[in-house]
């Protein structure tokens, strides 16, 4: 009987030895794919905190406005490094319209060439706010019954040729008003294609646009037009479709 005890015991002790490494292998395998599952976890990351107002400062003047009532100007300042930077080179400019509130249009991200722009209405807590062209701020003129504003921005060619494009808003809605007229919406509001010489309201749903008298707007035909001292120009009457409105440009 003892000459069979013996082997039986080897496979025991065997058997119990390749258990207890099975579980030492077991574990140290998981305890690894833990580490290495907490080494790859990416951190994370915070957006950095902004103040619900702030202030913009541009030429001696300051307006204060509400970034969670201007989410596209919010969400640019969340994208860049240095935000305070960012906010100190926001310029905008005032429209001279009665109100109680304030209107101005923000400048920002400028290149060398253009700026994107927001018309903003505020109050100093509650803000409201309009996306507008990617351009360069030209000037502006309020209708009489200051219920309506056109925006003129520039786009310079290099050389001599600039061309423009006549944005009309209504104030009071704060949305953009379209032409009636697609075939002269295209070239003097959605495209840059003629230089706008002068403009001017005709009464509160219209408007004249002095332009080239050319029959061509190509970057050549425009450059010997603006090298002449004696440039032919033609008027153009516009009309707003005041029932349809665009709640940004």
Known sequence: MKKYMIPLLLVLLVDSGSLVWLYLYSSSTSEAAETVSTETELPHMELPALPDIVEIKSEGKSIKISLNDIPQYKNY????????????????????????????MLEYGCGTKDCSTILVQTNGNKSESLTMPVGILQDYKVSSDHEKVLIRYAYDEGSLVKRQILVAVDLEKL????????????????????????????????????????????????????????????????QLDVNKHLDEY
């Not at 300042?77 to 304030?102: K, W």
């Open 77 to 104: 300042l969340l994208n860049e490094g240095d935000i305070q930077a960012e906010i100190a080179r926001t310029q905008f400019t005032s429209l001279d319209v009665p109100s109680s509130n304030v209107y101005a």
């Open 175 to 238: 949305k953009v008003i379209p032409y009636t007229s697609a075939a002269l919406e295209k070239p003097f509001m959605l495209k840059p294609t003629w230089p706008i010489i002068s403009y001017d309201w005709i009464d509160h749903n219209q408007f004249t646009i002095e332009t080239a008298a050319l029959e061509t707007s190509e970057f050549s035909a425009l450059e010997d037009w603006f090298s002449s001292e004696n440039r032919k120009t033609r008027n153009v009457t516009i």
